[in-house]
């Protein structure tokens, strides 16, 4: 049974700091690329880090700078560190998990974490 598990959120003061956690199982973790989408309330999800199984990186362009996507495959595990939180920041986190195998996409998703940045 696949599970990710998200953890990690809460309300935070802007320019505060979360680190949130994914726990990854019933899948082989360290062959899939993992991911951290945002979908603040009424709108759509949104892309904000993905590290691949070799362990490259990339941000939207919102994130850059301030977030950093790492992942631990002995653990099954993703982190999102997220520091000089913005009120637009605001949003529930969704781990995700993809693989592509001869043409046929695998997608995995937590039931996310509620981040909220507000004075």
């Known amino acids: 049974q696949v599970q990710l598990v998200e953890s990690g959120g809460g309300l935070v003061q802007p320019g505060g700091s979360l680190r949130l956690s994914c726990a990854a199982s019933?899948?082989?973790?360290?062959?899939?690329?993992m991911t951290w989408y945002r979908q603040p309330q009424g709108k759509e999800r949104e892309l904000v880090a993905t590290i691949t199984r070799n362990g490259d990186t990339t941000y939207a362009d919102s994130a850059k700078g301030r977030f950093t996507i790492s992942r631990d495959n002995a653990n099954n595990a993703v982190y999102l560190q997220m520091n000089s939180l913005k009120p637009e920041d605001t949003g529930v986190y969704l781990c995700?998990?993809?693989?592509?195998?001869?043409?046929?996409?695998?997608?995995?998703w937590g039931q996310g974490t509620q981040v909220t940045v507000s004075s």
């Open positions: 019933g899948f082989t973790f360290r062959t899939y690329t």
């Open positions: 995700g998990a993809h693989r592509t195998t001869w043409g046929l996409a695998n997608d995995y």
